[in-house]
């Protein structure tokens, strides 16, 4: 898919003549890679790609820009391989639902985010979970975690709830995903009702409680407002971490895990180089 998306961007580029640099945005949907729009310019996206792989890419193309070509600019050395094999990067959206709070905060393809940041260390969990810091999303170090899912997300919930169980976290369910998770052997602390329910606590009330520390809930689609958008509303009013995808999920069950183990400590990008391009020559 990577390669696909790489021939996709050089052929765009050639085909318009850039000069410089180009900002190509994707979707990708059932393994499908769509062009949604490619314009002639930097994003915010530059940055964190330099920063990511040590190429000061709006040097160079400032650079290319005023007549130079790749070429020279590898002889000078300003123009070399990425480092890789060191280090994880991850660029985390900062979104600015905090000022909105009665705001659904499911993600659609339109832009919303006000911000990016970036989250980097020796493994994916660390760099998750500094990521996650950085944007203002503390990933919760114990306590309880919610889970109400879309069916079609119910087999790979199954997977980030038993991590979590792991970690030493309890969960919480509705009634449809905590019999998904007792099936296959996930223990469940307490099934939740749905909002409007008069029996049991609904996940509102429990949210609101400050009961959960943090919450997992999918959405179902579109249409009228229903359980997920009240659960995630509460979520963010009561500033409460709260993830929309299963693979955000195995994510942070991964950045809770890394960051139990090893902690978490600063290094300057100069020392992540640095260390990558030794492990290159040796």
């Given at each position: 898919?990577?390669?696909?998306?790489?021939?996709?961007?050089?052929?765009?580029?050639?085909?318009?003549?850039?000069?410089?640099?180009?900002?190509?945005?994707?979707a990708?949907?059932?393994?499908?890679v769509?062009?949604i729009?490619?314009?002639?310019?930097?994003?915010?996206?530059?940055?964190?790609?330099?920063?990511?792989?040590?190429?000061?890419?709006?040097?160079?193309?400032?650079?290319?820009?005023?007549?130079?070509?790749?070429?020279?600019?590898?002889?000078?050395?300003l123009?070399?391989?990425?480092?890789?094999?060191?280090?994880?990067?991850?660029?985390?959206?900062?979104?600015?639902?905090?000022?909105?709070?009665?705001?659904?905060?499911?993600?659609?393809?339109?832009?919303?985010a006000?911000?990016?940041?970036?989250?980097?260390?020796?493994?994916?969990?660390?760099?998750?979970?500094?990521?996650?810091?950085a944007?203002?999303?503390?990933?919760?170090?114990?306590?309880?975690?919610?889970?109400s899912?879309?069916?079609?997300?119910?087999?790979?919930?199954?997977?980030?709830?038993?991590?979590?169980?792991?970690l030493?976290?309890?969960?919480?369910?509705?009634?449809?995903?905590?019999?998904?998770?007792?099936?296959?052997?996930?223990?469940?602390?307490?099934?939740i009702?749905?909002?409007?329910?008069?029996?049991?606590?609904?996940a509102?009330?429990?949210?609101?409680?400050?009961?959960?520390?943090?919450?997992?809930?999918?959405?179902?689609?579109?249409?009228?407002?229903?359980?997920?958008?009240?659960?995630?509303?509460?979520?963010?009013?009561?500033?409460?971490?709260?993830?929309?995808?299963v693979?955000?999920?195995?994510?942070?069950?991964?950045?809770?895990?890394?960051?139990?183990?090893?902690?978490?400590?600063?290094?300057?990008?100069?020392?992540?180089?640095?260390?990558?391009?030794?492990?290159?020559?040796?």
């Amino acid at each position: 898919m990577v390669e696909v998306i790489e021939g996709y961007t050089r052929s765009i580029a050639d085909a318009l003549e850039v000069r410089g640099p180009i900002n190509v945005q994707y979707a990708v949907k059932a393994g499908q890679v769509f062009v949604i729009e490619a314009n002639p310019r930097a994003s915010r996206t530059v940055p964190f790609v330099a920063k990511a792989t040590g190429v000061p890419l709006a040097k160079v193309a400032a650079r290319v820009m005023l007549g130079a070509t790749l070429a020279k600019l590898r002889e000078e050395g300003l123009l070399r391989p990425p480092v890789e094999g060191g280090h994880v990067s991850v660029k985390e959206a900062v979104l600015p639902f905090n000022r909105f709070p009665d705001v659904d905060t499911v993600l659609g393809p339109e832009m919303r985010a006000t911000g990016e940041v970036m989250g980097i260390d020796d493994s994916f969990g660390l760099a998750f979970a500094k990521s996650q810091i950085a944007a203002g999303d503390r990933l919760p170090e114990g306590g309880s975690v919610f889970f109400s899912l879309a069916e079609r997300d119910k087999a790979g919930g199954i997977v980030a709830a038993r991590r979590f169980v792991e970690l030493g976290f309890s969960v919480l369910a509705t009634a449809g995903t905590a019999a998904a998770f007792e099936e296959h052997g996930v223990p469940v602390e307490g099934i939740i009702a749905k909002v409007g329910e008069t029996v049991g606590t609904s996940a509102v009330d429990l949210i609101s409680s400050g009961k959960v520390d943090l919450v997992v809930n999918t959405p179902r689609g579109r249409g009228p407002r229903a359980d997920g958008a009240y659960i995630r509303t509460a979520a963010n009013v009561h500033q409460v971490p709260c993830l929309t995808t299963v693979a955000a999920a195995l994510a942070a069950a991964a950045g809770i895990a890394a960051w139990s183990a090893h902690g978490l400590s600063v290094r300057s990008l100069q020392e992540f180089h640095e260390g990558d391009q030794l492990r290159l020559k040796l």
